[in-house]
């Protein structure tokens, strides 16, 4: 491979110190850039790459203090931003990704089809054979929430980190909001969605070794209900009541209204005649079951149309766009 742009990979470490040096071992050569970011890995991992290559190509950062695989990776992205990278690519240091496979996750991005694109191991039944069966199940859940909370309904796979992005949609990016932790992934999805930028699921197969996963399953099942349901409303609120009003506006705000009318309004009434021994009103059952109803059908017209309402431009085509300043 031959790039004409400037491709950075930035890696972040924590607890690689066995798989790291095979994996920079297998990074194509013409890759310009490659950036270690040790998160205070009690392994030393930086230390060890700078003790074991020569590789002109690599520069090490040191975390003073962990700051999770989100902190890392964006710790990555400002240095990548400042060696004036094209396109960034970010991948683990376990060893789980297969290397050969980044020309395949930035030729989207070189041809200007998609602003940001990321590996996806559920594209064949037949990549899914290595994959433990409690990373599948869990996988497939996160996925489905996904399409609700990031808007894009066609990814699979969201917790992936074998992704590339390119310098447009990253500088666009407020990197100081995204998280830090586990839920970087998602959340970098979340914002994708809001700056309008173009996603892209890369089919891949998973590399499953020896190595131990930090991902504590608590702390996923505890926290990322609470982050999902945040990033969900503010997506909402971003997409269809601030940076944009239409047809769909209206229909969640009076779906919401008339959905919810008929579910407390029924259910206050039903609870009352119940407690005293009498029939519900008929005219009570009809005008809280024809709300109901109606809401109802305004939040599945909303939802056909978020589903239709993904983004399809890359950013980075616009911007060439506007540089030569052709009309849209």
């Known amino acids: 491979m031959d790039y004409k742009n400037i491709i950075t990979v930035v890696i972040p470490c924590y607890k690689v110190s066995k798989t790291i040096l095979s994996v920079l071992e297998n990074i194509d050569m013409n890759i310009q850039n490659i950036i270690i970011v040790d998160d205070y890995c009690p392994e030393g991992s930086g230390q060890l790459v700078l003790d074991s290559t020569n590789d002109k190509r690599i520069s090490v950062i040191f975390h003073k203090k962990n700051m999770g695989v989100g902190g890392a990776v964006k710790t990555g992205y400002v240095k990548a931003i400042d060696l004036n990278s094209d396109i960034v690519i970010k991948i683990d240091g376990d060893g789980q990704m297969d290397t050969s496979l980044l020309f395949d996750l930035i030729r989207p991005l070189l041809s200007l089809e998609a602003d940001y694109t990321k590996g996806n191991r559920f594209y064949s039944p037949e990549y899914l054979k290595e994959m433990p069966i409690i990373r599948l199940v869990g996988n497939g859940i996160l996925s489905f929430i996904n399409k609700f909370v990031s808007g894009y309904w066609t990814i699979m796979d969201p917790t992936n980190g074998f992704t590339a992005i390119h310098i447009n949609a990253l500088r666009h990016l407020p990197l100081e909001k995204i998280d830090n932790r586990y839920f970087f992934e998602n959340d970098i999805l979340f914002r994708l969605n809001t700056i309008r930028a173009k996603v892209m699921d890369i089919p891949m197969v998973a590399l499953y070794g020896c190595e ?117």
Request: proline share 3%; net charge positive.
């Open 212 to 328: 131990k996963s930090n991902l504590s399953i608590c702390k996923t099942v505890l926290q990322f209900p609470l982050k999902y349901l945040n990033r969900f409303f503010k997506r909402i609120l971003y997409n269809y009541y601030i940076r944009d009003f239409n047809i769909a506006s209206l229909e969640i705000f009076f779906g919401v209204i008339l959905f919810n009318f008929g579910v407390f309004y029924g259910g206050f009434n039903w609870i009352h005649s119940a407690s005293k021994n009498m029939d519900t009103p008929s005219g009570t059952i009809i005008l809280s079951s024809t709300s109901l109803l109606i809401g109802f059908q305004l939040l599945l017209s909303a939802l056909n149309y978020d589903m239709r309402n993904i983004p399809s431009e890359p950013l980075s085509r616009l911007s060439i766009l506007r540089k030569f300043k052709v009309k849209l």
